[in-house]
């Protein structure tokens, strides 16, 4: 969401920009976990192709005759998407549905671990994934960020919306951490598979370097469940997308569990991701984005999450780097 989950690979550097008053999430409503849900209904397929969804025609056959785009998302990483009285809520549910309107399709989020995401998207059980995703070159390329090798077919992004990695600790134990290198030493807890973990694995073999002690790390598969551990005094901090871990900040305990420390860093953009070859669902979905910036419904639904000073003013196609 991040540290991804800014859900991000690390070879976003220089994301830093302090993307700074998504504002401590001020009004961001919300928690997430493993069946299929549905989000917002966001259009009727009968009469998608009157006024009401102006650009239906422009999508693939296939998904005009299924009259849904079904989305792979991490339905447990608020206030980007989580569950919320058995419903499916959030940021990206509710850009589904503005999407929705715009196409003339439901978008139907089904719920899987982050790092699973763009396989099951491949392999054509999502249509495309929506969830705190950075867009970056090595997704881009299906380059594995640790390794640099490539390890599949890459993807094309739709970037709506920009956000940095924080760092977060116990409220009142912060023992004087306010960068990434002052975790030498120390334990982090961070989502798998996000930038988060990949920052921490860096900057831990920068401080083998320097003569000082490794950071010490343990993944989950849901950030929350690293909210958990650390609320539990198991690590000395945490590492998450910025809007997320200002939500768990001002929302765990009523606010006195944690507190988040430092500045943000790899500030990059968040993108609907795509198979490669799916031009016609990139570019109608790009379409839609635009549509829905420009009518002001955009607008709308990052103000309702407190997350407004992330947006962007228009539909970017690979913009990461």
């Avoid at 998450?240 to 990059?268: L, N, W």
């Avoid at 549509?291 to 997350?307: D, F, Q, R, S, T």
């Amino acid at each position: 969401m991040t540290a991804s989950s800014t859900r991000r690979p690390a070879a976003a550097k220089s994301r830093m920009a302090a993307v700074g008053a998504i504002a401590v999430a001020g009004a961001m409503l919300i928690t997430g976990c493993g069946d299929q849900t549905t989000g917002a209904d966001s259009g009727d397929k009968k009469t998608a192709k009157g006024s009401e969804a102006p650009l239906f025609d422009k999508l693939p056959k296939e998904i005009q005759d299924a009259g849904v785009i079904k989305v792979g998302s991490d339905i447990a990483y608020p206030p980007v998407e989580f569950k919320e009285g058995g419903k499916t809520v959030g940021i990206d549910p509710d850009l589904g549905e503005a999407l929705g309107k715009e196409l003339g399709v439901k978008f139907e989020f089904n719920n899987g671990t982050f790092d699973t995401l763009l396989t099951g998207m491949r392999s054509g059980r999502y249509d495309l994934a929506m969830s705190a995703m950075t867009d970056t070159k090595e997704r881009q390329e299906g380059i594995d960020p640790e390794s640099g090798k490539k390890v599949g077919q890459g993807v094309d992004f739709i970037d709506y919306f920009t956000a940095g990695v924080s760092i977060y600790t116990p409220k009142g134990k912060t023992q004087s951490i306010e960068t990434w290198e002052d975790l030498c030493g120390k334990k982090i807890v961070v989502q798998r598979g996000t930038v988060s973990e990949d920052l921490a694995k860096a900057e831990s073999k920068t401080c083998v370097k320097n003569d000082k002690k490794k950071i010490s790390m343990e993944a989950f598969d849901q950030d929350t469940e690293a909210q958990t551990r650390l609320r539990a005094g198991g690590a000395d901090a945490g590492s998450s997308d910025f809007p997320v871990a200002a939500y768990a900040v001002k929302t765990s305990g009523g606010g006195d569990d944690f507190e988040i420390v430092g500045q943000q860093v790899e500030a990059a953009p968040y993108g609907i991701a795509v198979p490669k070859g799916s031009t016609e669902l990139r570019d109608a979905v790009k379409e839609a984005l635009d549509a829905v910036i420009k009518n002001g419904e955009y607008e709308k639904v990052l103000k309702k999450w407190g997350v407004a000073e992330g947006a962007v003013d228009k539909a970017v196609v690979n913009g990461g780097s």
